[in-house]
């Protein structure tokens, strides 16, 4: 695996790097967002670091460089804007319509069964970092799973109205923790665990809690790139690696099948085939009686 390297106390000066090393840079990060996007940038950085790419180094200047050059790349029209995840940012609105036929071909046009009616449990996944709710997302979308991020530590309102909500349905929420391999995350991902539990047992709703990651195995098998962990603070002390590692780190599309492999533990693929043809049908019953009452 990659340990970041200790920085030194008196670095030689950085020499800028040429044209053709740019566009070898260009290349690769198009190709790859191109080939695997949605990304983050940060998970172009991971892989621009695994790939050796001339002068990005496994650090922060390193990312920087990254980060310049993929807005660079979009503001020249070489990257489309949809390759690269942000989901950030958002903006609130209420839906609106021209009319009642208009609200109802909209209804039509974007009706989605409730994959999990029937089911005993409902799952959610749940995501350290909300700029990788955008790579994410088209697998939870598709298996029509909530994804929440937290943003780091969970509030204990966000706990609590995911648990409360179920009160009195009679199933199992089921959870999927994503959350960094470091003292932070691995912290975060507790005091979510302790909290969804800890409302559980108060509305009578059962939690299963599964740490889907990173994990240490993760990080040594798929052999992810590492930085030096954190030694700043005295809870940073206890954390008990040399190392720690980022979920960006895991490339976008084992980050996704990943997901898909928790979500199919209890939605089968054919499942969901056998209830997306059923959706289709009942989307098509729905455009034909629209049709018919406008």
Do not use: C
């Amino acid at each position: 695996m990659w340990v970041y390297p200790a920085s030194l106390i008196n670095p030689a000066p950085r020499r800028r790097a040429t044209s053709a090393e740019m566009e070898i840079r260009a290349r690769f990060l198009i190709d790859y967002a191109e080939a695997h996007g949605p990304v983050t940038v940060r998970q172009l950085f991971y892989q621009a670091t695994v790939a050796g790419l001339p002068g990005i180094e496994k650090t922060e200047d390193g990312y920087n460089k990254v980060q310049a050059q993929v807005l660079t790349l979009r503001r020249e029209g070489r990257m489309p804007y949809h390759y690269i995840a942000d989901a950030t940012r958002y903006m609130r609105k209420p839906q609106t319509f021209d009319g009642w036929e208009d609200a109802l071909r909209d209804t039509a046009r974007f009706y989605r069964k409730s994959l999990w009616a029937e089911s005993t449990v409902d799952v959610e996944i749940w995501l350290e970092k909300s700029a990788l709710a955008g790579v994410i997302y088209p697998v939870t979308s598709e298996f029509d799973v909530p994804l929440m991020p937290t943003g780091g530590f969970t509030s204990e309102t966000f706990a609590h109205g995911a648990v409360e909500s179920m009160r009195g349905t009679g199933k199992t929420l089921v959870i999927y923790a994503l959350y960094d391999f470091d003292r932070s995350g691995q912290d975060a991902s507790a005091s979510l665990q302790e909290k969804v539990e800890r409302f559980g047992a108060e509305y009578g709703v059962p939690v299963d809690f599964y740490h889907l990651g990173l994990t240490y195995d993760q990080v040594t098998k798929m052999r992810l790139p590492t930085r030096p962990a954190k030694r700043n603070t005295k809870a940073d002390q206890r954390w008990p690696y040399e190392f720690a590692a980022e979920l960006d780190a895991i490339p976008p599309d084992d980050l996704r099948d990943l997901v898909r492999w928790a979500i199919e533990r209890h939605l089968p693929a054919d499942e969901l085939e056998r209830l997306k043809e059923i959706e289709a049908a009942e989307r098509d019953t729905l455009m034909k009686f629209i049709g018919r009452a406008a």
